[in-house]
C-alpha cells in the first residue's frame, strides 16, 4: 500500500512559481514510475509530467520549458517545480503512482494563477 499526500498548492500571480510535494508512505516506493497530472474546472484530467523509477522524465508540452518533475528518493518525495504559471495552469494537481498492476492517486492540491 502506498499513500500519497500532495501539498505546495497555493494562489499565485501569472509568471510566479510554485513548488508541489508528493509525499509517498508505504512500500517499494523507489520501484514506482511517478506522474503529475491535472485537472481544471470543466475539462479532463491531463497528464504534465511523469518520472519513472529510472529518472527519465517526460513533460506534456503544454508545459514543456517551464515545468519540471524531479523526485527524491532517499526521502520518498516526488516534486514538480512550476515556473512561469499562466492562468490556464490554474487545477487541481494530483500526484500518481504506479507498479505493475498497483496504482495510487493523491487528494490533490490546487493551484490558482491570477492577477
Known amino acids: 500500500q502506498v499513500q500519497l499526500v500532495e501539498s505546495g498548492g497555493g494562489l499565485v500571480q501569472p509568471g510566479g512559481s510554485l513548488r508541489l510535494s508528493c509525499a509517498a508512505s508505504?512500500?517499494?516506493?523507489?520501484?514506482?514510475?511517478m506522474s503529475w497530472y491535472r485537472q481544471a474546472p470543466g475539462k479532463q484530467r491531463e497528464l504534465v509530467a511523469t518520472?519513472?523509477?529510472?529518472?527519465?522524465?517526460n513533460i506534456a508540452d503544454s508545459v514543456q520549458g517551464r515545468f519540471t518533475i524531479s523526485r527524491d528518493f532517499a526521502n520518498d518525495i516526488l516534486y514538480l517545480q512550476m515556473n512561469r504559471l499562466k492562468p490556464e495552469d490554474t487545477a487541481v494537481y494530483y500526484c500518481?503512482?504506479?507498479?505493475?498492476?498497483?496504482?495510487?492517486w493523491g487528494q490533490g492540491t490546487q493551484v490558482t494563477v491570477s492577477s
Open positions: 508505504g512500500s517499494i516506493f523507489r520501484f514506482y514510475d
Open positions: 500518481y503512482a504506479v507498479f505493475g498492476p498497483r496504482s495510487y
Open positions: 518520472i519513472t523509477s529510472g529518472d527519465s522524465t
